[in-house]
């Protein structure tokens, strides 16, 4: 799944200006800004709907780790890589998470307030 072409749609270079790193600011609180969202949705392998969320508060360019609200099966604050995202479209065979380019940064404490 390591087409430079999907890779720059889930990730495009931007983010990396955007986004706080998190040695240099809390990206955890409450007021942190949600700067980039991505979603997972989709009925799969027939399993129930998928819908997860993740809203990337800050990111580490040297471990090339996203920081911020990841909503599942509840809202919790985490770490992910964009690897990790691949490896989940490879495992499903389609491109199942992907970047939200309507998204309007917003601060998390609404957000984890509309997943519980």
């Not at 390591?2 to 990396?16: E, G, Q, S, T």
């Not at 790193?21 to 392998?45: C, F, L, Q, R």
Request: proline share 6%; net charge negative; glycine share 6%.
């Amino acid at each position: 799944m390591n087409d430079k072409r999907y890779l720059d749609a889930l990730v495009p270079k931007r983010f990396a200006e955007l986004l706080p790193n998190p040695s240099e600011k809390d990206v955890t609180g409450d007021e942190a800004i949600a700067y980039v969202h991505w979603s997972a949705k989709g009925d799969v392998w027939d399993m129930n709907d998928i819908c997860w969320d993740w809203f990337a508060t800050g990111y580490d360019p040297e471990t090339e780790t996203y920081h911020g609200l990841a909503c599942g099966f509840e809202p919790e604050l985490g770490s992910w890589t964009i690897e990790q995202f691949e490896n989940v479209n490879e495992l499903f065979g389609t491109n199942i998470i992907e970047l939200d380019t309507h998204w309007i940064p917003q601060s998390i404490a609404p957000i984890r307030k509309m997943y519980t």
